[in-house]
């Protein structure tokens, strides 16, 4: 199993503090060796915060260079709130848990998302790009 986490945001194993700001932005991997590697640096990455969609506030997260195949959608946005959301991997679509840990609603504002599902642990931290 591999478990994906923003190296310096991690806050699931309950010795990591909820740390202010993150020092890394982006989406890495953390395998079962403890090895992290940076599988998506966040200037790859582009954020849209949506104030008002047919399902409320959402954001979209996906890479710049291949938006329909690696992208993150949720309307968990408010602060700790949880709910759920849409990953997809190289194409592969889950369904996952998500725990907003840090929300903002205008350009260069941070948020942060844990998100679970069977046998997938990952974490985003990420600047909105744009809010329409």
Do not use: H, W
């Not at 403890?34 to 915060?49: G, K, M, Q």
Request: with cysteine; proline share 3%.
């Amino acid at each position: 199993m591999i478990v994906v986490a923003s190296v310096a945001c991690d806050n699931d194993d309950g010795n990591a503090p909820n740390q202010n700001q993150c020092s890394y932005l982006g989406f890495s991997y953390l395998d079962t060796n403890n090895n992290t590697s940076i599988l998506i640096p966040e200037a790859d990455l582009y954020t849209d915060f949506f104030i008002s969609s047919s399902n409320g506030p959402e954001v979209e997260i996906y890479k710049t260079s291949q938006p329909g195949s690696f992208y993150f959608l949720t309307t968990t946005v408010g602060l700790n709130a949880t709910g759920t959301g849409t990953l997809s991997l190289n194409g592969n679509v889950y369904n996952v848990n998500v725990i907003c840990q840090r929300t903002g609603n205008t350009v260069g504002d941070e948020m942060r998302f844990d998100l679970t599902a069977n046998g997938l642990e990952a974490e985003f931290c990420v600047i909105i790009d744009r809010v329409q």
